[in-house]
């Protein structure tokens, strides 16, 4: 209730066009299929996986930080990672833990043999996308904890794709197959209320003052 409360004064700081934006983009927005990037070396490729989790409409990003540190540029995210939540881990355990804990298959992108085609991948329930280094690809434990995996077809004599490539490709075809189906994949109203009010408070300059005064009447 107080939230709610917070949310309407909060509104009257922003244009009425900036609410039904968020309210058009929060209706595309999932929980469902959620991305984690471990120990990607090169920071556009991890920023460029957050963008194209912001524009395919994914809402948690999950980054493995424990080889090279914190790896996302904003200037390359452009903005993104003020609209996804992104959540930070030393090791890749508490990663495929976490995900797990939270009702996730754990997706390994990966050229493996056994890996199913993506074209030819059905979607059974929610889904954590994992994506690894540049040059080695996912670790041994990711590999061995996970419970599918999943690459995309290729012709050419290049054997894989850039993440940030293989991302968009993946991220793009998936959700587009979510929306299709069946699944309850939209955010629940807590969620999106939640959203509303965490990008209300980033849409407002002086929102650290405003806070104050809401505080003090109320």
Not at 23 to 45: K, P, Y
Not at 56 to 75: C, S
Not at 90 to 108: E, M, Q, R, T
Not at 109 to 120: E, F, G, I, V, Y
């Amino acid at each position: 209730m107080m939230d709610e409360k917070l949310l309407a004064y909060l509104e009257e700081f922003i244009s009425e066009k900036r609410i039904e934006r968020f309210n058009d983009i929060l209706g595309h927005r999932t929980n469902f299929i959620t991305v984690a990037i471990e120990d990607v070396f090169q920071m556009h490729n991890t920023s460029a996986v957050i963008r194209s989790c912001e524009s395919f409409g994914i809402q948690q990003a999950h980054l493995i930080e424990g080889k090279y540190g914190q790896r996302l540029d904003e200037e390359i995210a452009m903005g993104a990672q003020k609209w996804v939540d992104v959540k930070r881990y030393k090791n890749s355990n508490d990663a495929v833990d976490v995900l797990k804990n939270k009702g996730y298959k754990i997706v390994a992108t990966s050229p493996h043999a056994d890996s199913s085609l993506l074209q030819d991948y059905e979607l059974d329930g929610k889904m954590a996308l994992f994506f690894g280094t540049e040059n080695k690809g996912l670790s041994d434990y990711v590999l061995k904890n996970a419970d599918a995996y999943l690459k995309i077809p290729m012709v050419g004599f290049t054997e894989s794709l850039n993440i940030s490539v293989s991302a968009a490709i993946i991220l793009q075809h998936l959700t587009s197959k979510l929306k299709s189906s069946n699944f309850d994949w939209k955010l629940t109203q807590a969620e999106m209320m939640e959203k509303r009010l965490d990008w209300t408070k980033k849409s407002i300059k002086s929102i650290d003052d405003i806070l104050i005064r809401y505080d003090s009447d109320n």
